[in-house]
Antibody
Framework: EVQLVQSGAEVKKPGESLKISCQASGYRFSRYWIGWVRQTPGKSLEWMGIIYPGDSDRRYSPSFQGQVFISADTSINTVYLQWSSLEASDTAMYYCVRIINFNSGTNTGATFDPWGQGTPVTVVS | DNQVTQSPSSLSASVGDRVTITCRTS??????VNWYQQRPGKAPNLLIY???TLQSGVPSRFSGTATGTEFTLTISSLQPADFATYYC?????????FGGGTKLEIK
């Protein structure tokens, strides 16, 4: 069974850094794109970015380019999402997602399955 | 433009009803659309991919259609577990965009 298990809830102050994680199991980690989706309270979902652990190729949503950094450690099948300086507007639920059906040549077909359980991040002064 | 317009934003229905949710993408064609269900307090779950293909394990009362830039999700006979929020998601070039969601509530 494919599973994505995320790190626990975080409460931080504006300006602080943060790195959250997601450990994958049940499939060949280096062979699938994996990434992050944000959900703000009462709002819809936003794709943030994805990484191919096999060669660390990254694709970011224009909305999040330069705001976050995604990395992966193939030795422990874990993907990370990090911020260097949090803002109150980063308060949200963050989901780790595996990408299936993705044609990286044409950038089409990306399907998110499965999803991690979510990591709530609260940024408050 | 990478917008996905999902309608309605909310819907009240009864157990046994047939409901349809629609997503309209931009003028581009060859767009790949997926549908997800999110129950309260849970992560989203893939229902349909590629506009029409049912994900393994998803009940057959869920179905999807794709016609040009219009995509629909239909639930043929609502069950209590189906009252949730539904999202469409498009994948086109580097645009992975979600619709605004449809909250399906019990009438």
């Amino acid at each position: 069974e494919v599973q994505l298990v995320q790190s626990g809830a975080e409460v931080k102050k504006p300006g602080e850094s943060l790195k959250i994680s997601c450990q994958a199991s049940g499939y060949r980690f280096s062979r699938y794109w994996i990434g992050w989706v944000r959900q703000t309270p009462g709002k819809s979902l936003e794709w943030m970015g994805i990484i191919y652990p096999g060669d660390s190729d990254r694709r970011y949503s224009p909305s999040f380019q330069g705001q976050v950094f995604i990395s992966a450690d193939t030795s422990i099948n874990t993907v990370y999402l990090q911020w260097s300086s949090l803002e109150a507007s980063d308060t949200a639920m963050y989901y780790c997602v595996r990408i299936i059906n993705f044609n990286s040549g044409t950038n089409t077909g990306a399907t998110f399955d499965p999803w991690g359980q979510g990591t709530p991040v609260t940024v408050v002064s | 433009d990478n917008q996905v317009t999902q309608s309605p934003s909310s819907l009240s229905a009864s157990v046994g009803d047939r409901v349809t949710i629609t997503c309209r993408t931009s003028q581009y064609t060859d767009i790949y659309v997926n549908w997800y269900q999110q129950r309260p307090g849970k992560a989203p779950n893939l229902l349909i991919y590629g506009g029409t293909t049912l994900q393994s394990g998803v009940p057959s009362r869920f179905s999807g259609t794709a016609t040009g830039t219009e995509f629909t999700l239909t639930i043929s006979s609502l069950q209590p577990a189906d009252f949730a929020t539904y999202y469409c998601q498009q994948s086109y070039r580097n645009r992975l965009t979600f619709g605004g969601g449809t909250k399906l509530e019990i009438k």
